[in-house]
Structures are given as structure tokens and as C-alpha cells.
């Protein structure tokens, strides 16, 4: 009886815990043999007081390119100089998918943000402004966060971003 009680309360208690999951993108981007990474972050909109997820997929590919080292060769009373050419490799990002989604319920209530679920308004952070530009910066909690990934969906490419609230 003991045990069925303590398993009860166990469920009770993981139940009220649960985390919301809302799916806020899910789009088809081109295939690539690349490497493609995806990001996503807050945008409060000041004017209208709703939330959005913006939303970047960059590609990484490596460029070669050949550059010519000249050296000097032999006998200083001799000068000649030997030149070859040898390959230099860097990693460049380009940016194949940009989208800014609307989160439902997730609104500007003064300075805070704040987002209104089944279980209740969570605050996820505060509008303020930077030290040291003084520019409008979103101060989150951590009770709320943006998952993105890219993900291989039978034939297609799709990037995924999912609105969590813990």
C-alpha cells in the first residue's frame, strides 16, 4: 500500500512538472551535401506586443584556394628565388533559409514576456536595454527556450523549431 502510494505521488508530482512543447516551424529546405546547422531566437515586437522565433539555416563548405609562396633557394652570392603553389583551405557559412513565425500565446505584458499556457502564465524574461550600447536586449529566464535542428524526413530536408517551456 505503501509503494502504491509513493508511485501515485511520484506520477502526481512529474505530472505537474510536465514540459509544454509547442512546434512552432517546420519547413522543407534544400538538400545540400554541406554541413547545415540551424538557429533560432526571440524577437518581442514592441509595437504589437507578440512574440516571434527567427529562425536561420547556415550552410559551412570549405573553399580552396591556391596562393603562390615565393622563398629564396641556393647560394646568397647566387640569388634565386623558387616560387610554388599550395593550397590553402577556409570554411565559409552562407545563409540558405530565413523565417520569422509567430509563438501563439507568447505576448509583451509591460517589460516581461510572458507566455500563457494550460498551466498557467510563465514569465520567460524582461525587456531592457544593454549596459553598454543601450540598445532594446531580451533578458530571458530559462524557463523558456527555442530548440532548432535540421532533420532528414524521408525524401526531405526540413528545419524544425520547437517552443519549450519548462
Known amino acids: 500500500m505503501k509503494l ?11 505530472f505537474a512538472f510536465a514540459a509544454e512543447t509547442v512546434r512552432v516551424v517546420e519547413d522543407v529546405i534544400p538538400h545540400s551535401i554541406q554541413y547545415t546547422y540551424a538557429d533560432a531566437k526571440f524577437y518581442m515586437d514592441t509595437e504589437s506586443s507578440l512574440g516571434y522565433a527567427q529562425v536561420e539555416v547556415n550552410e559551412r563548405y570549405q573553399v580552396t584556394r591556391w596562393v603562390e609562396h615565393c622563398y629564396p633557394v641556393g647560394d646568397p652570392r647566387f640569388p634565386s628565388v623558387s616560387c610554388r ?9 552562407r545563409l540558405i533559409y530565413k523565417h520569422t513565425e509567430l509563438i501563439p500565446n ?3 505584458e509591460g517589460n516581461k ?3 500563457h499556457s494550460e498551466s498557467g502564465a510563465v514569465e520567460c524574461g524582461t525587456l531592457g536595454t544593454s549596459r553598454v550600447f543601450r540598445r532594446p536586449t531580451l533578458y530571458l529566464s530559462g524557463k523558456c527556450q527555442l530548440d532548432a535542428g535540421v ?16
Open 85 to 93: 603553389r599550395v593550397p590553402h583551405v577556409e570554411e565559409v557559412n
Open 151 to 166: 532533420v532528414l524526413d524521408r525524401a526531405d530536408r526540413k528545419v524544425i523549431v520547437d517552443f519549450k517551456v519548462k
Open 113 to 115: 514576456m510572458v507566455y
Open 4 to 14: 502504491l502510494s509513493l508511485f501515485l505521488v511520484l506520477m502526481t508530482s512529474s
Open 106 to 108: 507568447l505576448v509583451l
